[in-house]
Nanobody, 116 residues
Framework: QVQLVESGGGLVQPGGSLRLSCAAS????????MGWYRQAPGKERELVAT???????YYADSVKGRFTISRVNAKNTVYLQMNSLKPADTAVYYC??????????WGQGTQVTVSS
């Protein structure tokens, strides 16, 4: 079955960096796009970044220039490098893939807290 397992979250000071990882299994990773979403307390889940099977990337305006999404197909892993972190980036970050119109999968999430 499809599994997405995030790691790399934690507590970081404003201006700091973190790298999130999402290890995927149960499907042919190289053939599918991947995404990172986040959900802050009391807010709806929002898209952060996506990467297509071919490597084309998309970023939300709020993270453009600070975050970088990448993938290593040989490791079935997608990454989110987060630099210049702000308190507004505090959220649970989720990995996502949609295999077709019916099958949309999420990881369990990893907490990122940006605070001094």
């Amino acid at each position: 079955q499809v599994q997405l397992v995030e790691s790399g979250g934690g507590l970081v000071q404003p201006g700091g960096s973190l790298r999130l990882s999402c290890a995927a299994s149960g499907f042919t990773f190289r053939n599918f796009g991947m995404g990172w979403y986040r959900q802050a307390p009391g807010k709806e889940r929002e898209l952060v970044a996506t990467i297509s099977s071919g490597g084309t990337t998309y970023y939300a305006d709020s993270v453009k220039g600070r975050f970088t999404i990448s993938r290593v197909n040989a490791k079935n892993t997608v990454y989110l490098q987060m630099n210049s972190l702000k308190p507004a980036d505090t959220a649970v970050y989720y990995c996502n893939t949609r295999l077709n119109s019916r099958d949309n999968y999420w990881g369990q999430g990893t907490q990122v807290t940006v605070s001094s």
